[in-house]
């Protein structure tokens, strides 16, 4: 159970859902099977209807129904499953009228009342034997044990307040014919919370206990449990110590109602449930033992046989075994037990004298002490228990008492016992009406409602009957039972017969009319309760008022070892010369002690009806159901309550429910709830006589204006589901697209800011940037420093990257080189010179040595041409080759004549002619001595470089050269004028074979050769438009080319 106020988290709205539903339930219940509440009933003064739907409800299982906050229940006799963990939470704090009607609504109801109100409240249970008042006390506690806040001190209380119970059953139950767990005692229970609610402590009061059942058990019925208990379930050793034998059978107490053994009650398991609970309630073990000597010492007492002497008188063998064990067991000394037993003590004028007991006087005043030390040890464990119970916090505390009381008896033959039961009744109706009329009262004088007075039957005139001074009842028998003489039970009935005989209420045979007469004996009178008429049986009741136990008893009893006899039979305790207050007049006081207990709390009923006598589940007998609806003053109860107005609600909870059924309540209404009754009433069309407006409650007159309203509503409700699921779905919706919406900006904000913050930086960044690039362009002449130093190697740095992806390709392009900032200048210079360098060494190492002989071939050509001659340039480009007529193209013959001086080179030239000057092919060939000019297979002319003076080249772009010999002889040809397509490359091989360089000369204008030796020619050479070569008319060859532009 302490976890479960863990359990209690329970989210909101599962509660709510559950409540809901719950509600849902019972509404349609209400449809199905009767109505929850009986002061809905339209025929409420109606037994019959009162108990259709009793009946209907029953056979539904539904054993609860109210009447207003009155709870009436009917055992089912069969478990459900209607009393789980799971059902307590339901129940807890939710509103009396929300959920079905439950013993665990009106638990939490009085719980919440009592903490909001901090007031005291009491719950009276009251009904049949077995109607199951002792199991909805049950319920109610441990609702309580569950709801309650918990600590570890509180939880202490709890379990003692909860396993007070089976002791106190084991004790005070007993099987009996109605119920095989009777409640053999009236007991009121106090709970005692502090303001947060926490159960701190509580008390217990017992009330006429059934002591003769101790000695005494009908047919079928059986003693105390705990007899039984300890027998079956007491352990080896115990049951050795206590002189018992593990059979019932042997004890003379136990087997009168020939049931020893009932198939519903496991004794040994009780046995367990008490001996636990005993230690958990703080009973030393020594309290245990001498509370089981006094039980086993009973059932020894109960064996005990007198045997009478020769004079007739009882006597008791010394060696009574069963009487020195009660002797040990109680720790009196045999001799002083044997003679109380045997003998009374008669007081003389100075002296005392033993007077020797009858046999059946001594089987009286033994079942008498029996009776007295069962009846006492009961008190002392109920006393022992409020000890372990007891609250020692003294601030104030708020109570709720559970009173369990029988209720009203009607037996075949009624005595005593029923007498007081059913008088304590009448006080408890007394005091019900008393309350409810109060309250009812109070309720319309807050409410400013206008009191209509109730016609009710007040019982007090019942209740004077029995407990009037002097005439009452109780008071005659008092009476009679103290009077010297010879009172008997008859002399009582006829005093009764003189004093009240002509009381409306009372009437015995002799009194009564001729038909009444029939139905009594002679020794019976009769009440009319207000619960109905009660035929009483006048034998036993002087005895048993007395409950005499010889004063002799007292005295032996007085001299126990015991603890608890001791404390049982003080010897405060008056001695017999004043007598003790009879049982009536002791019962009498209790009641008006309870009475004033109840009278200071609000009250709360449960009603426990039995619905037939065989304890079988599903039966429900009308006859004995009906009777108890009348005994338990249902009816009654029913007209107070249903005196004015059927239903009254607050106008809160009123509006709450119905607000839907008019258009200006619904579905908010801004104004107080009564005005918005007022309206919603108005708009259903109440007509002013069926309802009242009080100062916080609407008051309808009658139910059927209210299931109309109801029925109203359970039409609407549908559709407004409907159109509440639509508006929750788009609100919810809505509530989602709002908050994507506000998400969606939230992150757009976050991002633009985080952009503006980065631009913003950047542009800082810039502007710093900037500002510094600016201060080091200004500074960037001045030596090296901070402002500028940045900026230098920015430069530095941009120049140098510039540079890398600008560097001159080649060699040539040299003059490409970029232009350095001032600060770089000279660093330009070095590295301009270095990679220059480096590319001439690239270049170098890349030559191979063929273009390197090529090369200065081209140098020597350029040393000799370059700047001389126009078209120069235009050869430069153009490879040298070795040679331009391959040695397969010279003519055999030829070779065979110069091979020996190895040819060098030899290209394809064009002669002319030294007179007439015209062209012919021929080819040049030089030698490693001579120049040989080759007409096919003949060698026309041998040019030994000895001879060759000079070679004549025009400055302009022609291909003209003038070969100068010496002639010494005639025979000798002249100089020769050739031109050659490979002018440039022939002239320089012809320069490097015959080392002529120097002679090699370039002319301007016109040449002058020698045609033979004395005879000369010239060539002139100019430029025109075209290239032509003609003889002029001054006989010179003219050499016209067209000029060039130099590269
Ligand atoms: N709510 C219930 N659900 C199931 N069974 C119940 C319920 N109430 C009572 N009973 C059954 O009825 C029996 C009698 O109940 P209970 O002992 O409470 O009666 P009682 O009114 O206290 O009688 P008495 O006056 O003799 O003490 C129980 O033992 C149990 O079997
Ligand atoms: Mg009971």
Known sequence: MTHMALEVKESLEERCNQML??????????????????VLLDAYTSESAFLDNLRKRFHENLIYTYVGTLLVTVNPYKEFDIYSKKQMDTYMGVNFFELPPHIYALADNVFRTMLSEFNNHFILISGESGAGKTEASKKILQFYAVSCPNTKLLNNVRDRLLLSNPVLEAFGNAKTLKNDNSSRFGKYMDIQFDHQGGAVGGHILSYLLEKSRVVHQNHGERNFHIFYELVEGGEEELLRWLGLERNCQKYRYLVQGDCAKVSSINDKSDWKM???????????ESDIEHLFGI???????????????ARGYASLNNNNQEMHWVSKLLGIPSQVLQQGLTHRKIEAKTEEVFSPFSVDHAVYARDALAKAIYGRTFNWLVNKINESLVNKDSSRKTVIGLLDIYGFEVFYVNSFEQFCINYCNEKLQQ???????????????????????????NNKIICDLVEEKHRGIISLLDEECLRPGEATDLTFLEKMEETIGGHPHFVTHKLADQKTRKTMDRGDFRLLHYAGEVTYCVVGFLDKNNDLLYRNGKEVMRQSKNAIIKHCFPSSEPDSKRRPETVATQFKSSLVGLTEILMSKEPWYVRCIKPNEAKQPGRFDDVLVRHQVKYLGLMEHLRVRRAGFAYRRKYEIFLQRYKALCPDTWPNWKG????????????????????????????IRHPRTLFATEDTFQVCKHKLATRIQAKYKGYRVKGDYLKQKEAA????????????RKERDKRAWAVKVIKKFIKGFMTRNQPACVDNSEYLAYVRHNYLTRLRDNLPKTVLEKDSWLTPPPIMQELSQLLKKLYIRLMVRKYIRGITPQRKAQLLLKAQTSYMFKGKKENYSFSVCRPFMDTRINGEDISAKVLQMIRHEHIKYSVPVVKYDRNGFRPRLRQLIFTQEAAYLVEEAKIKQRIDYISLKGVSVSNLSDNFLILHVTCDDNKKKGDLVLQCDYLFEGLTKLSLIA???????????????DIQPGREGFVDFKSGQESMVYRAKNGHLMVESTRTKSR
């Open 21 to 38: 539903r719950n509600m849902e339930a019972s509404l349609t219940a209400r449809d199905r099977v009767g109505i929850q509440d009986f």
């Open 745 to 756: 900006t939230k992150i757009e904000t976050c991002w633009r800011g985080l952009l503006a």
């Open 274 to 284: 008490v001996r636990r609970a005993l230690s958990v309630i703080k009973f030393s």
């Open 995 to 1009: 080392n002529k360089q120097t002679c090699i000369k370039v002319v301007q204008g016109s040449v002058r050769f």
């Open 431 to 457: 005091l019900f009406i008393q309350l409810t009329l109060k309250s009812e009262q109070e309720e319309y004088e807050m409410e400013g409602i206008e009191w209509e007075p109730v016609p009710f039957f």
């Open 295 to 309: 039980i086993a010492s009973v059932l020894h007492l109960g064996n005990i046989k007198f045997e009478a002497d």
């Open 672 to 699: 107080t709830a009564a005005e918005g009754v007022r309206c919603l009433i108005k708009h259903l069309g109440y007509k002013p006589d069926e309802y009242k407006m009080g100062r916080t409650k609407i008051f």
